[in-house]
């Protein structure tokens, strides 16, 4: 074999195991690509899953928020800063007789007049956490105008707010409002008359007006006086509290010396006072103290805070009555030695129907308006109330009012006090 010739084979061999070569190299790449497309392929696929996956989550969630939204009790509504209703829930839709889905769109002020204004008016600077409350006019799908009351907060979002409100129909509330009126004022006026002649009989019994009673016959007749004070005093405490809701109170104040009243006052609360074997007591004054107050109304607050003093200080006790001159305000103290009032209760003493101890207040009398009425009429007449409990015991209710002008004739005055013992 010539040396050409093995050259030759060998450039043959060479060019085979290149060939091969490439070949392998090829085959590779091509293995390669297809597992890249295979692993992109699942990729793909396990992608479209997970987003399948999300998406029936998603559903899943606003599903529920629906039904949620729907299963609240309270109305509530949401519309966007044009005004545009986005979301009624069921209880919202039963309010304005209406179904949920034809009001999306809608503009909140067809159901409400004025009420993105007002939501606007509301909201803005208002802290977070405030809650205000409205009562306005709205109207039904239908067209009827009813009481609603609402609640609103505004929720900050891209390009915009969402206004969310809750609602209150009061069509209900006020029927028993004026319900309760009626019944109120029938029950009570038909009560006042009769009691007001059985409060006189009684009194005329324990007086001895009529004769000296046996000592067992007595002590009848003095409970069933107070049990009808306690009659007569919650008839008037209801028809009270009933003109102050309706706005039916008339104050008519005048210029008058509120010493000349004070007195009248313990003059008509003594009888109460004997009962109770209360001692009523008033250091001498010097001059007359002019007030510009109701008369009638603050006999009221005097008798009010009097009756209160004496029921529950202790038998042989003294209840006081002291005035206070300053600088262009005077106070009235009424003073008492019972125990005081709870810590507990110091903060609820002027709410309506607030008794520190059921039973120990069903003992001695009172329906809890007393105090509350009276805060009323001071308040009424340009005067304040509070009261203390000294750690000695008992407390002191003082009511404070600003000085009149003196009048142009003014009645004598004799520096007197009021001193009753009852033993």
Known sequence: ????????????????????????????????????????????????????????????????????????????????????????????????????????????????????????????????????????????????????????????????CLYVLVLRDLSAQQGAERLKHTFVAVVSHELRTPLTSIRGALALLADGSTGVLPVDAQAMVVMAARNCERLVDLVSDILDLDRMRTGQLVIEPEVLDLIALLRETLRATLGFARLYKVRLLMPAQQGPVWVRVDPRRMAQVMGNLLSNAIKFSPEGGDVSVRLQVGAGACAVCVVDQGPGIPVAFRARVFERFAQADATNTRARGGSGLGLSITRALVERMDGHIDFECPDTGGSIFRVALPIAQVPARSPDFSATGMHDLIV
């Open 1 to 160: 074999m010539t040396r050409s010739m093995l050259t030759a084979i060998v450039a043959i061999v060479a060019l085979g195991v290149a060939a091969v070569g490439l070949a392998w190299a090829g085959a590779v790449r091509r293995r390669r690509a297809n597992r890249s497309r295979a692993s992109a392929a699942q990729a793909e696929r396990q992608h479209a899953v997970q987003v399948a996956e999300a998406l029936c989550a998603l559903q899943r969630v606003h599903a529920r928020s629906v039904a949620l939204f729907d299963a609240l009790p309270d109305a509530v509504m949401a519309f966007d800063q044009d005004g545009a209703i986005e979301s009624l829930n069921h209880a919202a839709a039963v309010i304005f007789r209406c179904a949920a889905a034809k009001t999306l769109g809608c503009q909140a002020d067809d159901l409400v007049p004025d009420l993105l204004a007002r939501v606007r008016e509301m909201t803005n600077g208002a802290p977070a956490d405030a809650v205000e409350r409205r009562a306005v006019d709205a109207r039904r799908l239908d067209g009827e105008v009813f009481p609603l009351e609402f609640t609103c907060r505004a929720a900050p979002r891209d390009g915009g």
